[in-house]
């Protein structure tokens, strides 16, 4: 599985904790948010939420890690965008059921609020549950038929509510996408993949100028 780590400033300082908690998976990591609060450009939710979008809809990675001091953000950012299924994530509990039952592309943690002593350690917990499993098995067994069901429509429900990604980077703040594109990460990402559904680059290349 391809898996995107994407900080934003406020929990900028978490990323350490994240890339070491997953260390033990045999996933690609891509790391493309910010490392440290100095980095720049400095990128808010609002930003990682649409470098969420875009990296799921171009088919770069499989599921993206993201989340802020209380995760609510990230959430309500990267659900605002086609084919983003994204779980509020504290704990290992929340891990597991979420993987079972809504077998979602996307987790938002919550990086500063309930931060302390072992929370590091919560964080190995939570991708133990999260990616040890097969992923959206069921919970409870005899309800996995209806939660497959569920799972099918709300993708095309997700199809019927949101313009497409490109739609969407048409009448994009060009400001923020200029942002987007300085994150050297990121951009090399969507630089090197090879399958471009969408010509992200024209448009960074608009705004770069």
């Known amino acids: 599985m ?8 406020s929990a900028s300082q978490r990323n350490t904790d994240i890339m070491e908690a997953l260390h033990k998976f045999d996933h690609e990591i891509y790391n493309l948010g910010m490392t440290s609060p100095d980095q720049k450009p400095e990128l808010t939710y609002i930003h990682t939420g649409l470098m969420a979008g875009i990296l799921l809809n171009m088919k770069i990675v499989d599921f993206v890690i993201g989340g802020c001091g209380t995760g609510q953000g990230f959430l309500n950012s990267a659900m605002q965008y086609p084919g983003v299924f994204c779980g509020l994530i504290s704990d290992p509990l929340d891990a597991w059921l979420f993987s079972q039952i809504n077998g979602g592309n996307c987790i938002s943690l919550p990086l500063n609020k309930g931060y302390g002593w072992a929370a590091d350690m919560n964080l190995q917990f939570v991708f133990e549950k999260l990616f040890d499993n097969e992923m959206a ?4 067994e005899q309800r996995k038929e209806s939660q497959k069901l569920s799972r099918d429509k709300l993708k095309k429900i997700s199809q019927c509510t949101h313009k497409s990604i490109n739609e969407i980077l048409e ?4 400001e923020m996408l200029k942002q987007i594109a300085q994150s050297d990460h990121f951009f090399e990402a969507i630089a090197n993949h090879k399958d471009n559904r969408i010509d992200l680059l024209k448009y960074f290349d608009l705004c770069l100028g």
């Open 2 to 9: 391809k898996i995107a780590v994407i900080n934003e400033v």
């Open 137 to 140: 098995a069921g919970y409870p």
């Open 171 to 174: 009448s994009t703040d060009k």
